[in-house]
């Protein structure tokens, strides 16, 4: 089979779609600039289309790397024939491929192997053939030195037979279908951790039985955490005797002698071989989707938490609460510059209240600032009240930020690089601030693993996931675009076409040679060749530049197209953006080329009607109930404000805030059935959910979603 021919059986999408993008991909085009600037060659897929095109591609280079391995090893083995070329040529998946070459494989020695060697091969073809009726007389001419008794010959013939039934396609397919279908999975307590406190929080499974085809992704790997954690014991089972009756109906023939001993090789075979490879091909492949789902919930957690609304270019007071070491504060101004920091210590042991509300009303009226963005960690709550009682001369917005992963960026290479002169603590507390200003320029300098917003992701595969979650990045950031001017080196990594050398590159010509005052400067960066440029232009951000459309997401290849436009209607282009009545009386069937469609003329003229605009929210104003200050506090039936800080495929969680974060079920989330958590609930989204159920000794909280 052909790459295009199998990408299109996967994905139904037209041949000259998924030929063109093939194309683009080969020339190294990324996905973010395939999708929003080459929409008539693809015939206007989008993001997530490109990307199984991509996967599809990858999944079905690496089969035809593993055919072309196997066909050299059977070559050099001297076994291949034209009819198993034939078979390996067109297996269609890894697996039936690996069933072909299995009993090629060379193979650690096996009892089987052994028994060859001891001459043992006629006597097992003798018994397979089921034709044998003195069996015992036969099998006595293959006793020897190192076989003994007839009773050794008969048990060494079995070995063999055994592994001729593992090789047998038809067989593992059978059993394959039979753990497809009816496996359960089972998991039991190990009694001597059942007391274990840690152990409590997978108490669930400690005498657990339910369907391996049903068994819901957060479950299962909540199961196999369990268990690589030492506390359970997991088992996956399916009907033996079934499993050897359907084995014995394909393999046994006939009733003579032979039949006794081919049913114990069935056995053997069964229960060595088979049963143990494939209940962990069964479970690998459950795994396998468990992480993608898993992986999908991430991403699209991490690209709402990414996409967040940001406050903008505000100066910012950012305070990273704490008792006993006290309160950190910093000042920022509109750039996320750090302009002032010390520290602070209103609450117990200190109490050194009265101070801290004359330090931060000082600092608000020194510095000018505009908002106060508060860490959601520990003292927050009382941080938070403690500046809503400060009566300010101005208007000041207070915000409480979640503190995900701001230790890993304050102890980052990328924080000490910023910040050389400062200890982490300023830095968490830079980042609370900017996370404020930009939630998306700030989060692209952490790994994204650690912003807390998935379930497992530590059980997942690891390469997948970083895969997934360094795609998502790629698209929000291509999504909003990129100041050239401003950006850190972080996020002009993730900018298509650039990566993080460029990035580097990008920085270091902007600190010798000042800003960019046009896209056509960012030529002169050292590396930054045509292909590059090309990817990354539309994506990069040049305000009050020279030419207005600089600071659009109109590629420079379009200029000609707009200046023409604009000479069209007799005026200047600079006259021309913003003109929504003007630009929709444009004609676009005028301005169609060999190259450029309505698809691209459509996103020219949103560019031009609103250019440079963020589809982002902005940041809104929030409190948490003031009466609410830990778990104890809770009753239900209360309805509380929350924030939702977490989504899976069982529902979502909700900070209320207190230490602990509270569960909406998917069940609690509306009257009617939800298949899609995230069609109900945003990522930080406000809410009000009400109390239903409160286990203080387990610190479990359950919501329902009130509006």
């Known amino acids: 089979m052909q790459l295009l021919s199998y990408i299109i059986q996967q994905t139904q999408l037209s041949s000259k779609s998924v030929e063109n993008t093939i194309s683009l991909l080969n020339e190294d085009a990324t996905i973010p600039f395939i999708s929003r600037y080459r929409k008539e060659r693809t015939g206007n897929l989008d993001e997530v289309q490109i990307g199984d095109i991509v996967k599809f591609k990858e999944t079905f280079e690496a089969l035809e790397k593993r055919k072309k391995a196997i066909l050299k090893t059977l070559e050099e083995q001297n076994v291949l024939s034209a009819e198993l070329t034939q078979k390996v040529t067109t297996s269609k998946d890894l697996i039936a491929l690996e069933d072909l070459y299995l009993p090629f494989k060379k193979k650690r020695k096996t009892k089987a192997e052994t028994a060859r060697l001891q001459g043992l091969e006629p006597l097992a073809k003798m018994m397979m053939s089921q034709r044998v009726n003195d069996l015992e007389h036969t099998a006595s001419k293959y006793t020897s030195k190192e076989v003994v008794t007839i ?3 008969l048990e060494g013939a079995r070995f063999i037979i055994a592994e001729w039934i593992n090789e047998r396609t038809d067989i593992r397919n059978n059993i394959r279908r039979e753990l497809e279908r009816y ?6 307590v190990i009694k001597t951790k059942s007391e274990d406190e840690k152990a409590q929080k997978f108490k669930d499974y400690f005498d657990w039985s339910e369907s391996l085809s049903r068994i819901p992704s957060h479950r299962f790997l909540a199961i196999l955490r369990a268990e690589n954690e030492g506390f359970i014991r997991v088992k996956i089972e399916i009907d033996t005797e079934r499993a050897l009756q359907k084995m014995e109906e394909r393999i046994i023939r006939t009733q003579n002698e032979c039949t006794p001993q081919i049913e114990l090789a069935i056995k053997d075979a069964y229960k060595r071989l088979l049963y143990p490879s494939l209940s962990n091909e069964r479970l690998s492949l459950v795994k396998e989707n468990a992480d993608e789902d898993a992986i ?11 996409l967040g609304a940001p406050l903008g270019e505000k100066r910012i007071l950012a305070i990273d609460p704490g008792f006993r070491s006290g309160c950190k504060i910093v000042c920022l101004n509109e750039q996320g510059d750090l302009e002032h920091n010390e520290t602070i210590f209103p609450h117990a042991p200190q109490n050194q209240t009265i101070e801290a509300i004359k330090k931060i009303s000082s600092l608000v009226e020194a510095h000018k600032i505009e908002a106060i963005a508060i860490g959601n960690g520990t003292a927050s709550r009382e941080t938070e009240q403690l500046v809503k009682k400060i009566e300010f001369k101005h208007s000041v917005d207070v915000f409480v930020v979640s503190e995900a992963g701001a230790s890993i960026y304050s102890a980052s290479k990328i924080a000490r690089d910023e910040f050389p002169n400062y200890d982490v603590t300023v830095r968490g507390s830079v980042s609370i601030g900017r996370r404020l200003q930009d ?7 952490i790994d994204a693993k650690s912003i807390g917003v998935g379930q497992y992701q530590h059980d997942v595969d690891q390469t997948k996931l970083k895969k997934s ?22 996020l002009l990594s993730y900018v298509s076409g650039i990566g993080p050398k460029l990035a580097e590159n990008i920085v270091n010509y902007r600190n010798e040679n000042g800003s960019f005052t046009s896209r056509n400067t960012i030529k002169k960066v050292p590396r930054l060749g045509g292909k590059a440029y090309e990817q990354a232009a539309g994506f990069l951000r040049i305000k009050k530049g020279k030419n207005p459309l600089d600071d659009s997401g109109v590629h420079p290849e379009s200029y000609v197209l707009v200046d023409k436009m604009a000479k069209d209607n007799n005026i200047k282009v600079s006259e021309f953006i913003g003109n929504k009545e003007l630009i929709q009386k444009i004609n676009l069937k005028n301005y169609i080329t060999k190259t450029i469609g309505l698809p ?19 940041a809104k104003v929030f409190s948490f109930d003031k009466n609410i200050k830990n778990i104890d506090d809770l009753r239900i039936g209360q309805l509380l404000p929350g924030i939702v800080n977490n989504i899976t495929n069982f529902g979502c969680f909700v900070d209320v805030g207190i230490k602990e974060s509270g569960l909406i079920h998917v069940s609690n989330l509306s009257d009617t059935f939800v298949k899609d958590v995230s069609a109900i609930v945003n990522l930080q989204q406000q809410i009000i959910a009400k109390v239903i159920e409160v286990d203080v000794v387990r610190k479990r909280i359950q919501l329902a979603l009130v509006k």
């Open 151 to 153: 009773d050794d010959a």
């Open 183 to 188: 496996a359960t999975i089972t998991s039991k």
């Open 296 to 306: 999908t919930v991430f991403s699209k957690n991490l690209k709402q938490l990414l």
């Open 439 to 445: 939630p998306l320029a700030e989060l692209v300098k």
């Open 469 to 490: 979650l360094d795609t998502t990045v790629e698209s929000c950031v291509n999504t909003i675009g990129v100041n050239i001017n401003t950006a850190s080196e972080s």
């Open 600 to 618: 691209t003329l459509e996103d020219i003229i949103k560019e031009l009607e609103k250019p440079g605009l963020d589809p982002r929210a902005k």
